[in-house]
């Protein structure tokens, strides 16, 4: 891991795990996602690759339900300490839009949750084709405004909310954070973006470079768009279309060096940096897009999960004592 300013700078020199583990699933006749045949399989796909994460953490969970766009929606509570208050993680799955799910995301929440020391609730949002843009958003924004008013019922700090999501779901926590900051809140502390999809169209060379051979291909980029059928001049789904980006939460933005969406994830971290939000930009320059679910087989997804624990506890925890002084100082 590193922190870099502007981009990926490192030697183009894929991890030694990340290309064994290519080439046993090219052994295993692993297609990309636009040949699978269908929505249907490619989300038994994303659920089939489970077996490359980590052992499944012991933590205390519950199913509830939140509030979507119309209805209701499925969430799973990940608390570490039962009967503490702690500090609020909206985790939204990756999956192209169209798949992913609560038990895809299962263990690397509960890892997450236990190493971060705050309370993780994974969102089960409405998937395209049958819910395209903006349902998918829409969901995310009321479930976490829904989960900031009600988050004493759950043992949270509704004060002390992090955003957080990879690859679609960075898209749309990126987006969630837009929407929540011009449509009247709730206020976000942290927004935590892994190797998100910020941008429909343009032309990156991140695109170019990593097209083809490294799990995210470009045919399957723009099959998962297809599906979504997102206007991509829309910053909601473009969220680095935004006219500005002033006033967002300060970010931690997650890139890997064989990823397609490498470079649109450094373009984010420069424009926020440009509208004066704080940005931590960390490259894998190694790595491929998706590994923070594979800590089963690669070290640099524990790793990650290590660094992003730190990262929310800093992040959460000063958003805590910057409300303590508040009501210390009004005297409430």
């Known amino acids: 891991m590193s922190e870099v300013a502007s981009g990926p700078t490192a030697p183009r020199e894929l991890d030694p795990e ?3 583990l290519l080439a046993r699933l090219q ?18 796909a994303i659920e089939g690759g489970r077996w490359m994460q980590e052992e499944k953490a012991e933590i205390r969970t519950c199913d509830v339900l939140v509030a979507g766009d119309a209805g209701r929606l499925p969430a799973r509570v990940y608390h570490p300490e039962p009967g503490a208050v702690l500090p609020l993680v909206v985790h939204l799955h990756g999956g192209g839009w169209v798949g992913g799910s609560i038990a895809a995301a299962d263990r690397p929440c509960r890892t997450l949750a ?3 020391g705050c309370v993780v609730v994974s969102v089960e949002y409405r998937l395209a084709p049958e819910n395209p843009f903006p349902v998918p958003l829409r ?6 405004r829904w989960l900031a008013e009600h988050a004493a019922e759950i043992g949270a700090d509704g004060r002390r909310i992090a955003v957080m999501g990879d690859s679609a779901g960075g898209n749309l926590a990126a987006a969630t954070a837009l929407v929540l900051r011009d449509e009247g809140g709730p206020a976000i502390s942290h927004q935590v973006l892994l190797y998100p999809a910020l941008d429909q169209g343009g032309s990156y060379p991140s695109r170019e470079e990593n097209a083809t051979g ?4 470009a045919g399957s980029m723009e099959w998962f768009r297809e599906h979504y059928f997102a206007d991509p001049a829309d910053p909601h789904a473009s969220p680095l279309r935004a006219d500005h980006l002033r006033g967002l939460p300060s970010a931690t933005i997650v890139v890997a ?3 397609p969406l490498r470079d649109e994830g450094v373009a984010y971290a420069d424009r926020l940096r440009g ?3 704080a940005v931590e930009l960390l490259e894998w320059p190694g790595m491929v897009h998706g590994f923070f679910w594979m800590a089963g087989e690669l070290q640099a ?8 624990a730190v990262v929310l506890r800093r992040e959460l925890r000063a958003a805590h004592d910057a409300d303590q002084g508040t009501d210390a100082v009004s005297g409430s």
């Open 139 to 144: 969901d995310c924004v009321a479930a976490t």
């Open 27 to 44: 052994e295993m006749g692993m297609r990309p996602y636009e040949e699978l045949g269908g929505v249907l399989r490619a989300r038994s």
């Open 18 to 20: 990340a290309a064994d």
């Open 275 to 277: 509208d004066g939000v």
């Open 114 to 116: 236990l190493a971060s």
């Open 301 to 308: 997804a524990r790793d990650l999960a290590a660094d992003l």
């Open 214 to 217: 490294y799990l995210l291909t």
């Open 257 to 259: 060096g064989f990823d």
